[in-house]
């Protein structure tokens, strides 16, 4: 079946834009992650949603970041006013949300987003 | 905070050669640990994982894990490496308390020889 799909692939930007990155997740997973990879770091949680919210927010490095999801499908993470610093790949995953012992993450190709 | 190390960002070998790649975790009590790999233009996906059942775990494609306690580690072994294992492989950690939230390595990257 269908895997986690991201949109876009790749992403160009300048300094100060909006951007919106997507993410499809598996039908019926009810768990849906975004976490950010900078170059020759490790994967950075950003945040977690169950459903529809969002019980963990703690990994968003700042107010320019915000994620929404819909549906109990589509998610939607917002940079706004992006800096330099904010270039990194982008990778979302989802699960069927019976905890990290029971359901392994599902990840997408991920949103390479360069900043200039 | 949890976190984990993965010593050696790239570990090169020879095809048919022991593949050794290796995670400790900071943890006092004993976590999920995972190990995820990531071929090319493909997304993470799951190698094995340790659940606190038996403490070698074997995955796919011939790949296993031990975990040692004592050492805080949990390296990833396989007896003879295959031109198709090369890949990142990203070790992780489940945070204490959380059910859901996994804390990963930086990766390191596995490159088989001819």
């Known amino acids: 079946g269908a895997g986690v799909s991201q949109s876009p692939s790749n992403k160009v930007t300048e300094k100060g834009k909006d951007v919106e990155l997507r993410c499809d997740p598996i039908?019926?997973?009810?768990?849906l992650y975004w976490y950010r990879q900078r170059l020759g770091q490790g994967l950075e949680f950003l945040i977690y949603?169950?459903?529809?919210?969002?019980?963990?927010k703690s990994g968003l490095p700042s107010d320019r970041f915000s994620a929404e999801r819909t549906g109990e499908s589509v998610s939607t993470l917002t940079i706004q006013r992006t800096q330099q610093e904010d270039s990194a790949v982008y990778l979302c995953?989802?699960?069927?949300?019976?905890?990290?012992?029971?359901?392994?993450?599902?990840f997408g190709n991920g949103t390479r987003l360069t900043v200039t | 905070a949890q976190s984990v190390t993965q010593l050696g960002s790239h570990v090169s070998v020879s095809e048919g050669a022991l593949v050794l790649l290796r995670c400790n975790y900071s943890s006092s009590v004993p976590p999920y640990l995972f190990w995820y790999v990531q071929y090319p233009n493909q997304g993470l996906q799951l190698l094995l994982k340790y659940t606190s059942a038996a403490t070698l775990v074997k995955g796919i494609n011939g790949f296993e894990a031990e975990f040692k306690k004592s050492e805080t580690s949990f390296h990833l072994t396989k007896p003879s490496a295959h031109m198709s294992d090369a890949a990142e492989y990203f070790c992780?950690?489940?945070?204490?308390?959380?059910?859901?939230?996994?804390?990963f390595g930086k990766g390191t990257l596995l490159t088989v020889n001819p």
């Open positions: 039908s019926g997973h009810t768990a």
């Open positions: 949603f169950q459903g529809n919210s969002a019980p963990d």
């Open positions: 992780a950690v489940s945070d204490m308390g959380s059910n859901y939230k996994l804390t």
């Open positions: 995953a989802s699960s069927l949300g019976q905890g990290v012992k029971n359901s392994p993450l599902h």
